[in-house]
């Protein structure tokens, strides 16, 4: 299996502009999430859909923030418009979910997103 | 309030040596504490995940300790290489039902020297 795969790896745009990140997850796995990554805040949730269906999204900073998971296999992170304090990078992270607590989370490689 | 602190914030360490990483959390409920590697541009890959009855755990030359009474744990890296140049960030679930909420750590940066 080729892991979590994210597209593109790198993005740069202008304030304003609509930015659409892209996430395959694992083949089989039911749960996706989204997550920012800063060097002051570290890690935060953003969303995560169970079965293709999002459970929380309180993680959302605000409404130029959208996120859909039209498929198992496919979900999109969308900011429109974009700001500069959207700069960061961005992971999409996939696991199994059974009916315990403990399951691995995989990563892809993450999108670091630049908005000047 | 739900926190994960790392100590230290970064650490140099000669090739060949050993090393300690801290972690500190007042998170409840708990369910599980998990160490992550991140290399620099990669997403994080999980080294360990330990429940309440787990004090110990290895992963190779990792080895993980938690003391769910004092609330601490720590990541052990026994002979250091090269590669295991990275961040390592220390993750508590919360006991939230389906282990949803994880509360993330500002990780450890390590620099393994030559």
């Known amino acids: 299996d080729a892991g979590v795969i994210q597209s593109p790896r790198h993005e740069v745009t202008e304030m304003g502009q609509e930015v659409t990140l892209r996430c395959k997850p694992i083949?089989?796995?039911?749960?996706l999430f989204w997550y920012r990554q800063t060097m002051m805040r570290g890690l935060e949730l953003l969303i995560y859909f169970n079965n293709n269906v999002p459970i929380d999204d309180s993680g959302m900073p605000e409404d130029r923030f959208s996120a859909k998971m039209p498929n198992a296999s496919f979900s999109t992170l969308k900011i429109q418009p974009s700001e500069p304090r959207d700069s960061a990078v961005y992971f999409c992270?996939?696991?199994?979910?059974?009916?315990?607590?403990?399951?691995?989370?995989?990563f892809g490689s993450g999108t670091q997103l630049s908005v000047l | 309030k739900n926190q994960v602190e790392q100590s230290p914030q970064s650490l140099i360490i000669l090739e060949g040596k050993n090393c300690t990483l801290q972690c500190n959390y007042t998170v409840s409920p708990f369910s599980n504490l998990r160490w992550y590697k991140q290399d620099t541009g990669r997403g994080p890959v999980s080294l360990t995940i330990?429940?309440?009855s787990e004090n110990t755990k290895s992963n190779g030359r990792y080895t993980a300790t938690l003391d769910a009474d004092t609330k601490q744990s720590s990541l052990h890296i026994t002979a250091s290489q090269l590669s295991d140049s990275a961040s390592y960030i220390c993750?508590?679930?919360?006991?939230?039902?389906?282990?949803?909420?994880?509360?993330w750590g500002l990780g450890t940066s390590l620099a393994v020297n030559p």
């Open positions: 993750v508590v679930a919360r006991n939230a039902g389906n282990n949803r909420k994880l509360i």
């Open positions: 083949s089989g796995h039911n749960s």
């Open positions: 992270a996939s696991s199994f979910a059974a009916s315990g607590s403990n399951e691995k989370l995989f």
């Open positions: 330990m429940t309440f």
